[in-house]
């Protein structure tokens, strides 16, 4: 089975700017979350869909936003970038929403934002 | 909402030395994962504990509900070990929302 695939895998982008990320997850996986790891916060949960549904979200601002399609893939996107916004995102997925199933992520998209 | 501590933030230790990793969280949980990560940010689940211990290879994972206490060990260390080790809890306990994130013991394993 193909893991969970992320694209791109690298990023640059400068203050304004909008992005979006994507995510494929490991097929019959249907619950796909994202989180943000910086250096000074560590990993943070962004939001997590299931049946192309925004099931939880995390503390962060209305420019954080996503969605999930009928095959299960998700795109999150970022508008308006701030150089606090550089990160490496990661999504998960996983067979349910409910956060005590095992996770399994992709490699991730490192964003720098200038 | 649930507070994760971890403990050491960094490990050095000798290649073969027994390594105990440590996970405290404030709010009783329905399940507590481990992960791995590598440098280039790969991440990889360990473990998916609710109670009671887990063992894969050299890995042993135990959890404390009591507590609200998990351990993670690593026997046999070998410099492959070498990665950062997160323990995540569900933010509220109840496992119908995100994850909250310690923030990681850097292990290092030398030859």
């Known amino acids: 089975k193909a893991g969970v695939t992320q694209t791109p895998r690298y990023l640059i982008k400068t203050r304004g700017q909008q992005v979006t990320l994507s995510c494929s997850p490991i097929s019959g996986h249907r619950s796909v979350s994202w989180y943000q790891q910086t250096p000074g916060q560590g990993l943070q949960f962004l939001f997590e869909?299931?049946?192309?549904?925004?099931?939880n979200k995390g503390n962060f601002p209305g420019r954080f936003s996503g969605r999930q399609f009928s095959n299960s893939r998700s795109e999150m996107n970022v508008s308006t970038l701030e150089l606090g916004d550089s990160a490496l995102y990661l999504c998960?997925?996983?067979?349910?929403?409910?956060?005590?199933?095992?996770?399994?992520f992709g490699p991730g998209t490192r964003l720098l934002v200038l | 909402k649930n507070e994760v501590e971890q403990s050491p933030q960094n490990l050095t230790a000798q290649e073969g030395e027994f390594i105990t990793i440590n996970c405290s969280y404030s709010?009783?949980?329905?399940?507590l994962h481990w992960l791995q990560q590598h440098p280039g940010g790969g991440i990889v689940s360990l473990f998916m504990l609710s109670s009671g211990k887990k063992k894969h290879g050299r890995l042993i994972a135990t959890i404390n509900i009591q507590e609200k206490h998990s351990s993670l060990h690593i026997t046999a260390s070998h410099p492959r070990d070498s990665a950062v080790y997160i323990c995540a809890v569900p933010t509220s306990g109840g496992g119908a929302d995100g994850l909250t994130f310690g923030k990681g013991t850097h292990l290092i394993i030398q030859p």
């Open positions: 998960a997925s996983s067979l349910a929403f409910r956060s005590q199933e095992t996770q399994y």
């Open positions: 869909y299931f049946s192309e549904t925004q099931r």
């Open positions: 709010v009783g949980i329905s399940a």
